[in-house]
T-cell receptor
């Protein structure tokens, strides 16, 4: 079983709509949580850290559910530029080693 | 953007040849990481470093070695490249002091082993 699991998608979203997706993680001792964005043939870029109380950054909202061991990302008012693969990432140790999900592809259409 | 460069950006090599990839940072960060990314897999950690001359293995370290003789440089070596090492390789650095261990990635190296 993979440590971090994501629905690969694609999630096809009309421009202006809202899209949400989750990932699950297996290690209950996980300490930090992140969403990264990766464009085709580019490096992953940090989108946002995910805090226990949930947090928002503009049109992006992240939630953490430790009891059920999942993290969610919601994108409101989707833009064409939001088309990308979103990576769910979890830190499980004190050396900063991260576990990556394989990514959820989002395609925003005009 | 974090000051991370990788070289070369693309490389084609033959099975059995040695290959060295370089990661260079200008941020003076202590932690550096090498990952590989393959279709259907998340990024997988190859090796990491927590200081000059301090390195350790990740989950897919077989066939790879690393060295870090200066804070700014982290080298990944494939001693004898195999076709299974065809991949995209990313280097990452991590800030100290934040407690969150957010990582920032270099642009990647596309390696093809024929």
């Amino acid at each position: 079983r993979k440590e971090v699991e994501q629905d690969p998608g694609p999630f096809n979203v009309p421009e202006g709509a809202t899209v949400a997706f989750n990932c699950t993680y297996s290690n209950s001792a996980s300490q930090s949580f992140f969403w990264y964005r990766q464009d085709c043939r580019k490096e992953p870029k940090l989108l946002m850290s995910v805090y226990s109380s949930g947090n928002e950054d503009g049109r992006f909202t992240a939630q953490l559910n430790r009891a059920s061991q999942y993290i969610s990302l919601l994108i409101r008012d989707s833009k064409l530029s939001d088309s990308a693969t979103y990576l769910c990432v979890v830190r499980t140790d004190s050396w900063g080693k991260l576990q990556f999900g394989a990514g959820t592809q989002v395609v925003v259409t005009p | 953007d974090a000051g991370i460069t990788q070289s070369p950006r693309h490389k084609v090599t033959e099975t059995g040849t040695p290959v060295t990839l370089r990661c260079h940072q200008t941020e003076n960060h202590r932690y550096m990481y090498w990952y590989r990314q393959d279709p259907g897999h998340g990024l997988r950690l190859i090796h990491y470093s927590y200081g000059v001359k301090d390195t350790d293995k990740g989950e897919v370290s077989d066939g790879y070695s690393v060295s870090r003789s200066k804070t700014e440089d982290f080298l990944l070596t494939l001693e004898s490249a195999t076709s299974s090492q065809t991949s995209v390789y990313f280097c990452a650095i991590s800030e100290e002091g934040t407690g969150t261990y957010e990582q920032y990635f270099g642009p990647g190296t596309r390696l093809t082993v024929t």
